[in-house]
C-alpha cells in the first residue's frame, strides 16, 4: 500500500512539474502550434498515440523518424524538462492565416 501512495504522489509531482514548465519552443517541439512547448503539447501527443485527438494541422512526428510513438512522447518529455533540445524546424508561415500576433492585434 505505501509504494502504491508514493507512486500516485510521484506520478502527481511530475504531472503537476511538466504543467507548470513552459519553455520557448522549437517548431518540432509545438505539437499544438501554439508557439511553446508546454504540458498541453505532451497531452495532445499522448492523446494522438492513444487515438482520441487526430488533428491534422498538430506536428506529431516530434523526433522526425517518419513515425508517431511513444520515442516522439519522450523526446518531447525531455525537451520540455531540459534533458535534451529537439532541432529547431525552420516553419515558412502562411500569409493568408493570421499569427498569434496578428489576432492579438485584432482584439
Known amino acids: 500500500m505505501k509504494k502504491i501512495i508514493v507512486s500516485v504522489i510521484t506520478i502527481c509531482f511530475i504531472i503537476s ?10 517548431p518540432s517541439a509545438d505539437v499544438n502550434r ?5 504540458a498541453n503539447d505532451i497531452l495532445a501527443l499522448s492523446q494522438h498515440i492513444l487515438g482520441v485527438n487526430t488533428i491534422n494541422n498538430y506536428k506529431y512526428d516530434v523526433n522526425d523518424d517518419g513515425t508517431v510513438d511513444s520515442a516522439d512522447l519522450v523526446a518531447l518529455q525531455n525537451h520540455i524538462i531540459g534533458i535534451s ?9 502562411d500569409p493568408f492565416e493570421p499569427g498569434i500576433e496578428d489576432a492579438e492585434d485584432e482584439l
Do not use: M, Y
Open 85 to 93: 533540445v529537439i532541432e529547431e524546424e525552420i516553419v515558412e508561415e
Open 34 to 38: 501554439d508557439r511553446r512547448s508546454s
Open 17 to 26: 512539474t511538466l504543467a507548470t514548465i513552459c519553455v520557448s519552443a522549437a
